[in-house]
Nanobody
């Protein structure tokens, strides 16, 4: 059974940083792509960033220049370094990974940016 487990969320002040991690287990196949989505209260889930096994990345315009996604292909692990955090970044962040087009999701980790 494929599982994605996130860690690294929490409470941070505006301008601060957090690093999210997501480890996949239960599959010998490489997940491609892997990415992060977020969902704020009352809003739809949105793509934050995605990384492909070759290293190419895509980011939402709202996080470009502040967030960096990276992955460890050997470990099926994906990271999200979040800098210069803003209150509007507050959301539940979900890890996502695909195997032959089938999407898997983590349980989510809360990120709260507030004084």
């Amino acid at each position: 059974q494929v599982q994605l487990v996130e860690s690294g969320g929490g409470l941070v002040q505006p301008g601060g940083s957090l690093r999210l991690s997501c480890a996949a287990s239960g599959s010998r196949l490489r997940m491609n792509p892997m990415g992060w989505y977020r969902q704020a209260p009352g809003k739809q889930r949105e793509l934050v960033a995605v990384v492909f096994s070759g290293g190419s990345t895509n980011y939402a315009d709202s996080v470009k220049g502040r967030f960096t996604i990276s992955r460890d292909n050997a470990e099926n692990t994906v990271y999200l370094q979040m800098n210069s955090l803003k209150p509007e970044d507050t959301a539940v962040y979900y890890c996502n990974g695909a195997i032959f087009g089938h999407a898997y999701w983590g349980q989510g980790t809360q990120v709260t940016v507030s004084l």
